[in-house]
């Protein structure tokens, strides 16, 4: 992974889902050492995720880190928005459809 970052321009990671981007510690490594923005994209899986005491603590880990949050609609963001007012400034949205 570090080679191809070495050998080809990179703009930004995306992270699809906040808890199942299996590469979290590799996309924070790469965020700090490359300065790479890392985007968390929040999708539909949020809402089965948010409430469970074990995987939110790793879901505001990576809100917190990411470089911007991207909403995929208004529904989402307006329905769980409250859980991370602290990201307000690096929150934006971009329909999925």
């Known amino acids: 992974m570090i080679s ?3 050998e080809n321009s990179v703009d930004c990671i995306l992270s699809f889902y906040l808890l199942n981007a299996g590469y979290r510690l590799l996309f924070f490594f790469l965020q700090e050492n490359f300065q790479i923005p890392l985007i968390a994209g ?7 995720n948010i ?4 995987r939110f603590g790793v879901i505001r880990w990576v809100v917190n880190g990411a470089t911007n949050i991207v909403w995929v609609n208004e529904h989402l963001k307006r329905n769980y ?5 602290d990201a307000s400034n690096k929150t934006t949205v971009i329909s999925n459809g």
Do not use: A, P, S, T
């Open 4 to 6: 191809i970052l070495k």
């Open 81 to 85: 928005f409250w859980h991370f007012l």
């Open 42 to 48: 929040i999708r539909n899986d949020i809402g089965r």
């Open 51 to 54: 409430f469970n005491v074990e």
